[in-house]
């Protein structure tokens, strides 16, 4: 009932048809290059983790939580330096930068799971930098009414990326003999060409400077006493609460139908396939119908994703229901939030707000993935799943009601 209760932006055709601008496509390229670098790794990863080198249920969980939400906080300190700079290209490029380089990290870790911890914490730093100012790039340069379409366009983008990056993973370990660092090496050359790419190719934003005092720390706390924007983080909290990583979806879908690990990989190009093939008609459905209802019509698919792999399924048609819902989720809900929660942002702090929402969600990640690994070590796949099932059912209408109450459309 609180889907339709939620306010509908009225949309022309004009509007619709107008070309996205040239920095959105750009920073699309770079996310397309990037994600090709990033799914090489988080394809392999749970299996390197969990099967090569041994690691529990729980550690993974500790390990999988690190890997989002560890650096949270530092997208508040990027955010509020590409703002106050006015130089949100520079700190994005910084972020692109350093997870490249960890690529090279990862192999100088080798088996040592401390140092293994270290990389993926400094690679996520670099996505913790990069990624506020890069979506506050795309929203100033869209009008409002389009925000919906061009994240669509962008994630559709940086999802053609993540389709392609378990496939040349496949490629690489049937080319090196199943050798992990090869998949290392192969995924930091590819990082560095989408730092070049942003490099030569993305314009910055460069405004004139705002008032004295417009972007201060006082005015980026201030932000939490504007009720729809306290409302806003708040909800986006709670789903994010209910959220547990891809990984150890994968890994119950394995566990259950025992696909064989060097197919392990083609379980998230199923995802990515879906979600490439919906962040375009969900982004621009949401310019339409609401952002909002799309968002929470996103965790709602997740919710039907964990009761699937609750109900102790069977067959093929199961695990492409699970990848294609999975990919509904996403396509729901990773653009459509930020599209959603921009024009609530004043410009001068348009990236440091973004932060605060993506912080938010990543301070929770990070405690359900730890709390989904402990729960799966102490009573199994099964009992884990029907929790988080649990939980989402809980936390879904709440994060509507406050969706509500922020007035967000």
Not at 21 to 37: C, E, N, P, R
Not at 74 to 90: E, F, I, P, Q
Not at 359 to 364: N, P, R, V, W, Y
Request: proline share 4%; charged share 10%.
């Amino acid at each position: 009932m609180y889907l339709a209760s939620v306010e509908r932006p009225a949309v022309g055709r004009a509007d619709r048809t107008k070309r996205l601008a040239g920095t959105v496509l750009a920073l699309g390229a770079v996310s397309l290059i990037t994600d090709v670098s990033s799914e090489m790794v988080s394809a392999i990863l749970p299996l390197y983790l969990i099967a090569g080198l041994g690691l529990s249920p729980a550690v993974y969980g500790l390990v999988d939580g690190l890997y989002t939400g560890a650096t949270a906080l530092l997208r508040l300190v990027g955010g509020y330096v590409a703002d106050r700079a006015r130089r949100r290209k520079t700190v994005a490029g910084i972020g692109y930068g350093l997870s490249a380089l960890m690529k090279f990290g990862l192999l100088a870790a080798g088996t040592s799971v401390p140092w293994i911890s270290a990389a993926i914490i400094a690679d996520r730093a670099g996505k913790g930098l990069r990624t506020a100012p890069r979506d506050a790039l795309i929203t100033l340069a869209t009008p409002d009414s389009q925000l919906g379409r061009a994240f669509g366009v962008h994630r559709a983008m940086d999802t053609a990326g993540a389709f392609a990056g378990p496939l040349v993973a496949l490629a690489v370990l049937a080319a090196s003999g199943q050798a992990y660092d090869s998949v290392f090496v192969v995924s930091g050359c590819v990082a560095m060409i989408g730092v070049l790419v942003l490099v030569l190719f993305v314009r910055d934003h460069r405004a004139p400077w705002p008032a004295t005092n417009t972007v201060s720390s006082g005015a980026a706390f201030a932000l939490l006493k504007q009720r729809p924007i306290r409302m806003l983080l708040i909800g986006a909290v709670l789903l994010g609460l209910s959220t547990i990583g891809d990984g150890f979806v994968y890994l119950i879908i394995q566990k259950r139908t025992a696909i064989a690990t060097g197919w392990f990989p083609l379980l998230a190009v199923g995802t990515s396939l879906a979600y490439l093939l919906l962040a375009m008609p969900l982004g621009n459905l949401a310019d339409r119908v609401g952002r909002a209802p799309v968002v929470l019509g996103g965790y709602a698919a997740l919710l039907a994703v964990y009761l699937l792999l609750g109900s102790g399924f069977g067959g093929p048609l199961a695990v492409v229901a699970i990848l294609v819902l999975y990919g509904v989720y996403y396509a729901s809900t990773d653009g459509v939030l930020m599209a959603l929660a921009g024009p609530l942002l004043p410009a001068e702090l348009r990236t440091t707000g973004l932060a605060l929402v993506q912080t938010g969600q990543a301070l929770a990640y990070l405690i359900s993935s730890v709390l989904f690994g402990l729960a799966w070590q102490w009573s199994g796949a099964n009992g884990a799943i029907h929790a988080f099932a649990l939980l989402a059912f809980v936390t879904l209408p709440v994060s509507a009601v406050l969706l509500r109450a922020a007035r967000v459309h």
